[in-house]
């Protein structure tokens, strides 16, 4: 699932350093190199030129990652199409409920109706 990657050589100042040391351990972020990757994907997210796609990031832990590459391993189906499609199926879920709640409002409202044209009315 990840793709080869290439070393780069960036200087930092001390200060930048220590900085970076200190986010290590958070959000799952094990070293330097994730601390500083973990902020490229950010600028690159925040930057992104007119020609590229719109990207979401998606923190997911290690059972859901896991889960993604068994997924690709057996369909070839990437994580942004698996997302597409979980996102299609959650969303034609709520309009299944949204449905079903109109359709019981509009039959307890033709029920009142039915029930209010039967009684009788004393003057």
């Known amino acids: ?16 350093i220590l900085e970076i040391e200190r986010r290590i351990g958070f959000d799952g972020m094990r070293n330097r190199s994730d601390v500083i990757r973990r902020g490229v994907h950010k600028l690159l ?16 832990g290690k059972a859901v990652r896991q889960q993604l590459e068994i997924l690709e391993e057996l369909t070839g189906m990437d ?11 959650l969303l034609e879920q709520q309009n299944k409920k949204i449905k079903t709640s ?11 109706k039915i029930r209010g044209s039967h009684e009788d009315h004393i003057e």
């Not at 699932?1 to 930048?16: A, H, I, K």
């Not at 109109?102 to 009142?112: A, K, Q, V, W």
């Open 1 to 16: 699932m990840s793709n080869p990657s290439q070393m780069v050589s960036v200087r930092f100042t001390e200060e930048e």
């Open 45 to 60: 997210d925040e930057t992104a030129s007119g020609d590229s796609k719109t990207r979401a990031t998606i923190r997911v």
């Open 79 to 89: 994580a942004s199409s698996a997302a597409a499609l979980g996102i299609g199926l």
């Open 102 to 112: 109109l359709d019981d409002g509009m039959s307890l409202l033709d029920e009142i």
